[in-house]
């Protein structure tokens, strides 16, 4: 790579990365070019040599957290063991939800707040980042098996999502600060649709 392109790529992620600072301690409505240019430490019409206009600024921002929040949902995706009981992949899916996106507070904190805003760029990106992670989920409950145990995955992956964007507020806010604990709450929340038909057909013979 060329020294120009380097630096230019260096300048763009500055750039990106001011713009997330100002969206994080001021909010949307505080983003000017003068104000992103200055965080950045560059003239104000270098902004506009990276990006056309505001709504370019933060669609690279939001994919920029967005990509980093994905990586983070992989990587601890990859870590459930093959084998793993329906409830081990469940409470697998609750940890890998916390943890990353607990990893790295001030993305979480903005995620969590413009999330359901789609009249921004932000909301939209992240929007599509929700759908990924739901069809990622589904896709990991039915390949562990979970699908025997429930009759719609779709809902339980949103139960799941749901319950973990509640936690990493939570955690983040300082309400909640044992983990485990958290955990055990979420899966008793899921747990009577984890219990296998049979099971439960068994249970009503036994009581007959």
Do not use: C
Request: glycine content about 6%; proline content about 3%.
């Amino acid at each position: 790579m060329s020294t120009r392109k380097a630096n230019k790529e260096r300048t763009r992620h500055k750039l990106v990365q001011a713009t997330l600072k100002i969206l994080h301690k001021q909010g949307p409505t505080a983003l000017t070019t003068g104000r992103i240019a200055q965080a950045a430490g560059v003239a104000q019409p270098t902004f506009y040599v990276h990006f056309k206009d505001m709504d370019e600024a933060l669609e690279e921002a939001a994919i920029t957290v967005g990509d980093a929040l994905r990586a983070r949902l992989r990587e601890f995706r990859d870590g459930l063991q093959d084998g793993a009981s329906p409830q081990a992949a469940t409470r697998h899916a609750f940890a890998t939800g916390v943890e990353a996106l607990t990893a790295d507070r001030r993305s979480a904190e903005l995620f969590l707040r413009h999330r359901r805003d789609v009249a921004n760029p932000l909301g939209r990106r992240w929007r599509e980042l929700m759908d990924g992670a739901r069809e990622d989920l589904i896709a990991d409950l039915h390949a562990r098996g979970v699908g025997k145990h429930v009759d719609d995955l779709v809902v339980l992956a949103d139960t799941i999502i749901g319950l973990v964007l509640t936690t990493v507020e939570s955690i983040l806010d300082g309400r909640v600060t044992n983990r485990a604990s958290a955990m055990d709450m979420m899966m008793r929340s899921v747990e009577a649709s984890m219990t296998p038909p049979v099971q439960n057909a068994s249970l009503g013979a036994s009581a007959a």
